[in-house]
């Protein structure tokens, strides 16, 4: 369970639920559409990450890697996403989202989401979509190094800095990554209507955000016939339609 202690001592103070989230964020979609399925009232604190709202002092003391999403539960602040999803449905366990009879295989999705996120998500999703819209200034980079003290986000976010562009290498690897995961969660939906069978659980909320947003940036999903069936199943699911559409109906157009 990621729990920090933020230099930002005012959210200590907050009662409730309260959420600071991007729209465009795929890892904000999973922690939204879990709040949605639970029917938790929650406060929105949106950060528009295309405004770079997060490279502020304020937003890196209450999350220290300046990302989103952060949760904040009764002054406690909660950060990674999975990790947030998997600390709601212990701590509102009604309507359940855990797997009824395999609940590690069901962590085991949450686990390897969590894991390709730097190495191949984020790669992916930056050098065809986000890199060119999100420059920086000189000035907003230097905010951001001087704020950043993750060195894997800052190793990252120096391949696009400037005028620079991801390497062959790097989006070879992160292709690579993603065509093995979803090989995996293509076998694995197979005579399943979610991944971990008739029961809809966190691992389906932690995976449909990456389909999104990653279809979005023209991903060749139409190779995998099991996951394009899967996906469309969420398009009636209340939480899909205000957790995802809501915030960015339509990804390929950011």
């Known amino acids: 369970m990621?729990?920090?202690?933020?230099t930002n001592k005012s959210v200590e103070s907050l009662e409730g639920l309260h959420l600071y989230h991007g729209g465009i964020s795929n890892c904000s979609m999973r922690v939204r559409m879990t709040l949605i399925e639970k029917g938790l009232p929650w406060t929105s604190h949106h950060i528009d990450l295309k405004k770079k709202e997060n490279i502020s002092d304020e937003y890196f003391g209450i999350n220290p890697n300046g990302l989103v999403p952060t949760l904040v539960d009764g002054g406690v602040v909660h950060i990674e996403s999975n990790?947030?999803?998997?600390?709601?449905?212990?701590?509102?366990?009604?309507?359940?989202?855990r797997a009824s009879d395999n609940e590690a295989e069901m962590m085991e999705w949450l686990h390897l989401a969590a894991a390709i996120h730097v190495p191949a998500c984020k790669p992916y999703v930056y050098a065809y979509k986000i890199a060119p819209k999100l420059k920086k200034t000189a000035a907003e980079q230097q905010k951001y190094d001087e704020l950043q003290k993750n060195e894997e986000l800052k190793n990252f976010h120096s391949k696009h800095a400037g005028n620079k562009e991801f390497s062959t290498s790097d989006l070879d690897k992160a292709k690579a990554i993603l065509g093995a995961c979803f090989?995996?969660?293509e076998m694995t939906l197979d005579g399943r209507k979610w991944i971990m069978g008739d029961q809809f659980t966190l691992a389906d909320i932690s995976w449909i955000p990456l389909y999104f947003v990653l279809l979005g940036c023209g991903y060749p999903f139409d190779k995998f016939p099991n996951i394009t069936r899967w996906a469309a199943a969420f398009e009636g699911k209340k939480s899909y339609q205000e957790g995802v559409l809501k915030w960015c109906p339509d990804f390929s157009k950011v």
């Open 83 to 97: 990790d947030i999803i998997d600390y709601i449905d212990e701590s509102y366990p009604e309507p359940s989202l």
């Open 2 to 6: 990621a729990v920090i202690t933020p």
């Open 183 to 185: 090989a995996k969660l």
